[in-house]
């Protein structure tokens, strides 16, 4: 025998995208509000540029330091739960052999970064990124390890070898997605909903 339902819930998906300058056009003394800079003891530095950019009129030059260490531009924290699936995006440029570059994310709880054994390897790579002609998109996808409350991603510009000189990588249009889908309200008895939130993108509906 067939049953009707009619099924009343609201399935909603929350996105925390990390578009507050993720374009780099705003900047406030030397720095673009709400990222931060980070620079290391062996010089280079990381600067708005108005002649390279990917879209709008700016983006960001990190030029690499002379010695080893790095050079960082580091966004602030994004809340996550365990288990949500979490997207970096970005466009890089990087033509030059005096420098290489990197994204970095890190999974976090209220007394700092999670172990490396949980850290996935998409958002820590133990390669640079390639060199390019011009513009490059990378996007990186990994899912919140258990006891992730936060997502700390900044971008990174090293040496290229111990006698390069000081090279520059530009960075442009980044975007950090947290996505979560989930049901809201159930009201049917029997009816099973799963994985709740959802996170592989996979929502199951059982009877």
Known sequence: ???????????????????????????????????????????????????????????????????????????????????????????????????????????????GALASGLQPAAFQPSTYNANTSGWQQVTVNATAPTGATSLRVDFRVFQQANDASRGTVYLDDVIITPNTASIKDNAIPGLSIYPNPVTDGTLNIKT
């Open 1 to 111: 025998m067939k049953k009707l339902y009619t099924l009343a819930v609201a399935l909603f998906s929350t996105l925390a995208i990390a578009q507050t300058n993720g374009g780099f056009e705003d900047w406030t003394d030397g720095a673009p509000a709400p990222w931060t800079i980070i620079l290391g003891s062996n010089g280079g530095s990381i600067t708005q540029s108005t002649s390279t950019f990917h879209s709008g009129s700016s983006a960001v030059a990190l030029t690499a330091p002379t010695g080893t260490g790095n050079n960082r531009i580091q966004y602030i924290d994004i809340d996550v739960t365990e288990g949500q699936s979490c997207t970096i995006s970005y466009w890089y440029n990087d033509n030059d052999n005096n420098a290489r570059f990197r994204h970095w994310g890190s999974f976090r709880n209220s007394e």
